[in-house]
């Protein structure tokens, strides 16, 4: 298999043991599912990735488009990510959720 040529970083809130989570994960149920799916249809390069804490979450949730470093806060809906998948399509950094 050849290398993506994009990583699609989304906050997991993941913490070291004992630190509560953020609120990342409480927002993003279906995320990675939706996103992957998503950039199956588009035929979009990209491996989809679920990270520890992005330490953003008052901007939360959190994904990270690379090798752009393209960073995208209050990304909480399917209309977020279509909106930020089409920024990505077009080689634009979607403005409305930029970091």
Known sequence: MATPAKMIICCQSFRAQ???KGICHKQTDGFLQYI???ILDRGIDAL???STCLKQCESGPIMVV???NW???GVASEEAIDAILDGLEDG???AEYAL
Do not use: T
Request: aromatic share 12%; net charge negative.
């Open 48 to 50: 989809v990735v679920a």
């Open 71 to 73: 960073w995208f806060k």
């Open 66 to 68: 690379q090798p752009e």
């Open 92 to 94: 634009e950094q979607c």
């Open 18 to 20: 004992g630190d509560p």
């Open 36 to 38: 992957e799916e998503e």
